[in-house]
């Protein structure tokens, strides 16, 4: 029996791992904000950067992955919730698939600060970070399910049309509605 737990556990630890530059920042981590001022000054900096893709380009030599930025939460996930911070570069040597770095997908990068690149965003020239990866990672996409309630327990497309009765209380129509995430 003991075998199993150990088994279990070792497997569920093995799963639930990320890369270990994206679950640890960097020892000084380097804000979005703090590099965009002054860039000249902080190359070869570490930094753990994330957001959501917006663009993939693939050239002959290199892909450029471009990502607005977001704050880290504490697991390393871009906290989407939050106001967006502008936007950065990712240049690759290997070819990134766009097939897989599909837009709107959240990433988390960690790497160097190289410089920064001028890119034409509609009619408006900016100069982005750029960031050279040592490890990028593609948080799974959640969905959110309208018919759990707060327990779990499914009710279907007619929740909410016939009242139940639990525990002693009518739920009704007024019970509040609460979704959790499911991954794809």
Known sequence: MNRYLLLISVLLGACSQLPPAIQDPPL??????EAIG????LKNAPVRWGGIIVDVENEH???LLQVLSYPLGNNGRPQTDQPHQGRFLVKSV?????AVYVKNTEI?????LIGDLERSIGKRIMYLPLLSPTVTYLWPAYVYDQYYDNFGYGYGPYYGVYPYFW??????NYYPRYSYRRYR
């Open 28 to 33: 000084y981590d380097l804000s979005y904000n």
């Open 38 to 41: 002054n860039i000249a000054n």
């Open 61 to 63: 030599d290199f892909s």
């Open 94 to 98: 290997e070819f990134l698939d766009p």
């Open 108 to 112: 988390t990068v960690a790497g160097t």
């Open 167 to 172: 525990g002693g209380y009518y739920w009704g």
